[in-house]
């Protein structure tokens, strides 16, 4: 795979601490250096640029040198006539002729193009797709940020999945003793430890699925750094989101149709299509071409005549001859059978496909960036409700095992809280991260999408996001 040489020295210098990527900065450069969509990206468009290199390469002269040796064999029936010296008349004579001829040339041919429209056109299509691959590639990069960070926030909210359900199910393991050792004192019924030994061997079943999921979202985040990434950091608890500017959505909606990547690729494609359009017209035009060469031919054989008056006569062959030669082809199209007209409305069709496309898209970005910023508003409310419903959450599985200890709030009671606990942590988890996210895709639908914003966001993680959970 082809990258830059930045992206190489980057893999060479984070290679030797594989297992201490810890940040999300740290795991952008990994993935930069190892993910096979971006490298293909990169190759993608150093293949797309050659296309103007070879477009231009057809405009300038074309120049081949040539060295041919052929031998060839003739023979058939002739006439001759020949000289009668002692009467002085002609006489014709029928008989058969056979020639051995080798023929020896080399030589130099230049073609220079003086005018071809379709060779202009052509260029200029070759050059706007060279621009679209560039950004195309821009494109690519801001996928490979918000790509790279969903995985590793997919870890951390699994992370925190996992934790949440280690410690329900350990305060089940509790309630289920507890409920256990009543019922041996007579002080709770049978149903009580059937309720509380399934919620039990139920929070067991959550806490092995969240450890299984945690371990498929280390290898999505493994599959585009390409090795194995280890002690994330993760957000603090006292987190508290805001927007990152005061910018309106109308504002974010008009930067992303002027500085979306893909978007603007998508308009020098057309640029493209309709430089295509004027190549399939080019196919009505006349060209001139200026022709030269320089030959050195030789030939050399002998030419037989065999007849029953004359015998044979030998007459051998040897001649030289070498000079240049300079000429002007102009081509005038006449008639194609309709090829040429078929192929200018086949290049409109195409052409019409990439304008609708560009317009398809255009309507959805406004859509995704206006979108994305109403997710980002709602996501920080979002969070301050899920913080509020996980204090109360908290507050009522406390109150209940106070109840429980009292006799007011059974063992079901504490269960059930806890169950709601459970769902509050996994569902601030998901809010806290989903808001960075949210930031990130924002950017990336503006088209103003940097590293610079990775940092950013990197230095709002400041936790070991697995100090309290057992991964073994």
Do not use: C
């Not at 299509?273 to 017209?281: F, I, N, Q, S, Y």
């Not at 044979?312 to 008639?335: A, H, K």
């Amino acid at each position: 795979m082809i990258r830059r040489p930045l992206v190489l020295a980057l893999a060479f210098v984070l290679a030797p601490s594989l297992a201490s990527a810890e940040d999300l900065m740290q795991t952008y450069e990994l993935a930069r250096a190892g993910d096979p969509q971006f490298s293909a990206a990169e190759s993608n468009r150093l293949a797309t640029r050659e296309g103007a290199v070879q477009a231009r390469a057809a405009m300038l002269p074309q120049l081949d040198g040539t060295a041919t040796l052929s031998r060839s064999k003739t023979e058939g029936p002739s006439t001759q006539t020949q000289l009668d010296p002692s009467t002085g008349d002609f006489i014709e004579y029928s008989g058969d002729i056979e020639t051995e001829v080798t023929t020896r040339r080399y030589g130099v041919d230049l073609s220079q193009m003086i005018y071809d429209r379709s060779r202009f056109t052509t260029l200029s299509s070759q050059k706007a797709l060279s621009m679209a691959s560039d950004f195309q590639l821009q494109s690519a990069g801001d996928n490979l940020i918000t790509r790279t960070s969903a995985a590793y926030f997919t870890v951390l909210v699994q992370l925190e999945t996992l934790a949440a359900a280690q410690a329900a199910e350990d305060a089940a393991k509790k309630q289920f003793d507890y409920a256990d050792k009543r019922l041996e004192v007579g002080l709770a019924p049978i149903t009580d430890v059937y309720e509380a030994r399934a919620q039990y061997e139920s929070a067991r079943a959550i806490t092995i699925l969240s450890r299984n999921t945690l371990e498929d979202a280390y290898q999505a985040l493994a599959e585009i750094t390409g090795q194995p990434v280890r002690d994330l950091k993760g957000l603090p608890k006292d987190f508290q989101p805001a927007l990152p500017n005061a910018l309106s959505a109308d504002d974010w909606v008009q930067t992303a149709l002027e500085n979306n990547p893909a978007l603007q690729a998508k308009e020098y494609q057309l640029e493209s299509a309709e430089a295509d359009v004027g190549t399939a017209r080019a196919g009505h035009w006349p060209s001139l071409y200026l022709n030269g060469s320089y030959g050195d031919d030789s030939q050399w054989g002998d030419r037989t005549f065999s007849s029953d008056g004359l015998g044979s006569v030998n007459n051998p062959i040897d001649s030289e001859s070498r000079g240049p030669q300079v000429g002007i082809t102009l081509r005038v199209p006449i008639y194609a059978g309709g090829g040429i007209q078929s192929g200018v409305r086949q290049a409109l069709a195409r052409r019409d496909v990439v304008q609708d496309e560009l317009v398809q898209q255009r309507r959805a970005l406004e859509r995704n960036a206006r979108n994305a910023y109403q997710t980002l508003v709602a996501g920080i409310s979002e969070v301050e409700a899920r913080r509020l419903a996980l204090v109360s959450a908290q507050s009522a599985y406390d109150a209940s095992n106070v109840g429980l200890e009292v006799g007011t709030r059974t063992v079901l009671d504490v269960l059930q809280n806890q169950r709601t606990l459970f769902e509050a942590q996994r569902a601030y988890a998901e809010a806290r991260y989903n808001y960075l996210q949210s930031r990130l895709l924002l950017e990336q639908a503006a088209g103003t999408l940097e590293a610079e914003d990775v940092m950013d966001v990197n230095r709002l993680l400041t936790v070991d996001a697995e100090a309290e959970v057992r991964l073994d």
